[in-house]
Structures are given as C-alpha cells and as structure tokens.
C-alpha cells in the first residue's frame, strides 16, 4: 500500500493542524496505522497510533504528547487523521505515517511495514 501524509506546515505556538493520511488501492481500514515525527538531528519517534477497523480502531498516543492528540479514521476508513493541538516549538518536525498488517501495532519503527513520505510541521514561538 502507498500511504501519503499531508496536512502539514507553519502554525503559532498554541496553535492547531490536523494530518492526514491516505492510501493508494488497499483499503486503509484493514491496516494498523502509525504517525511518527522526526526533528532535524533526531531518531524517529512515535506519536499515535490506530488499530484496524476490524480491531476496534483503538487508539495509543505518546506519553509526550497525550492530552494534545486525537487520532481517528474517516468515515470511509480509508484516511486516517491526526489532529493536534496545543502545539509547542518543540513539535516541529517532519511528520509520517506507517501501516502495519496483523498483529504489529505499528507503534514502533520496526513495525511497521509500509511509510509515506513526511510532511514537514512547523511550529513558531
């Protein structure tokens, strides 16, 4: 599956984006889906993640993060979303998304088995 992220880019501290994620053919709704971010100099971390739709659509967040955080899909199921508030400089980063199959939980880098291309988030004090 392709997955492309979108949605980024400059927004105030305190401020408010909203990512999104889609799939090429496959529907999205049968993967795990993670959002991981990676600021200049850093290793990739995860941000939030969301089981299938046949699991539940359950969602994890970082404990960074959490409070600040929604990750949810579409009603079509095939674009998964991640809304963030709050947001601080220190959230700047290149954001991406990643699917996982069965019962990897794309939580981690090495679990998941497909990547987009990031999309950059910028953060101004």
């Known amino acids: 599956v392709q997955l492309q992220a979108s949605g980024g880019g400059l927004v105030q501290a305190g401020g408010s984006l909203r990512l999104s994620c889609a799939a090429s053919a496959r529907a999205l709704r049968v993967y795990n889906v993670g959002w991981f971010r990676q600021a200049p100099g850093e290793e990739r971390n995860f941000v939030a993640a969301v089981t299938s739709t046949w699991s539940g659509s359950r969602p994890s967040y970082a404990d960074s993060m959490k409070g600040r955080l929604a990750v949810f899909r579409d009603v079509t199921e095939n674009t998964v979303f991640l809304q963030m508030n709050s947001l601080k400089p220190e959230d700047t980063a290149v954001y991406y998304c990643?699917?996982?199959?069965?019962?990897?939980?794309?939580?981690?880098?090495?679990?998941?088995?497909?990547w987009g291309h990031g999309t950059l988030v910028t953060v101004s004090s």
């Open positions: 990643a699917a996982a199959l069965s019962d990897r939980l794309c939580t981690t880098v090495v679990d998941c088995d497909y």
